[in-house]
């Protein structure tokens, strides 16, 4: 019998939650979460966890089980989540993915590329690079180094060009051609659904969205955790804002609206991640009866 993973994905704020909970008692199926930082059973409020009600209507994974202060990364989440599915599909022929953090959704659909260890001299050496000339440096050095990864990089983003840099200065070789690995063998197969809906309206949920979160503690809950801020874990938004609040380099007002601004800017990088996959069929989060249907055409 086939085995389906079906991946509710889309930018955040855009109704993930609540239509995969009435996807996933329609299949009569579990939910498994595609989320970098919903893994944190620390961090509840800024990073939208689903309520204890959601929680407990269908059975999730993948959520709250890690600490902040454990290592983690995405190649460690692509063993446990295809462990996961592999022991899973023994008994049940579909699963639930949810989630935004496409490159989650990637490991777990397709594997991710196999990348050569990196001495720590030279992690220390581009990070003291980092410091003392700021990104900027960085950017010249990777458009130096691999020009075609330059292009596709998300250049405001330090951990990224870093990570292309360890690579480009440890082997002598491109980024970009280690990225070439052909993709995973998996025995299911995937239906991809994706979710979207007009801009303005989307900003202006994300806008009410940090509000609601401002109202349930959000701020306390960051303060929690401020002396441990340079963490990997924090470095995130709706975090990292109020941090720079408590450290007075700017108001409360400014960090709430930096809050907002930045998790705009954040949704928009997602959607320009997915857009490269032609395999998702796009829907409106209020689309449930079509969005089954379109299943049902995939698994039949």
Known sequence: MEKYLIIILGPTGIG???????IAQHFNTEIISADSRQIYKELKIGTAVPSDIQLNTVKHHFIGNKSIFDYYNVSMYEVEVNKFLENFFKTNSTALLV???????????????????VDIE??????QKFE???????????????????????LRNPKRILKALEVCNQTGQTYTSFLTNPKKDRNFRTIKIGLNRDRTELHNIINKRVDKMIEE??????????????????NTVGYKEFFDYFDNIHNLETAIEL?????????????????????????????????????????M
């Open 122 to 127: 030279i992690r220390n050496q581009l990070q």
């Open 217 to 234: 503690g959000l701020i306390e809950e960051t303060k929690m955790f401020y002396n441990f801020k340079n963490i990997n874990s924090l």
């Open 259 to 299: 809050t907002k601004r930045n998790t705009r800017r954040y949704a928009r990088r997602q959607l320009t991640w997915f857009n490269r996959d032609s395999e998702i069929k796009w829907f409106e989060p209020n689309q449930k009866s079509e969005i089954i249907n379109y299943i049902n055409t995939k698994v």
């Open 99 to 117: 989630g935004g953090s496409g490159m989650y959704i990637d490991a777990v659909c397709k594997g991710i590329d196999d990348l050569p260890s």
């Open 16 to 22: 993930k939650t609540d239509l995969s909970i009435e």
């Open 132 to 154: 003392n000339e700021g990104i900027e440096s960085l950017r010249f050095e990777l458009k130096r180094l691999d020009p075609e990864h330059y292009s596709k990089v998300d």
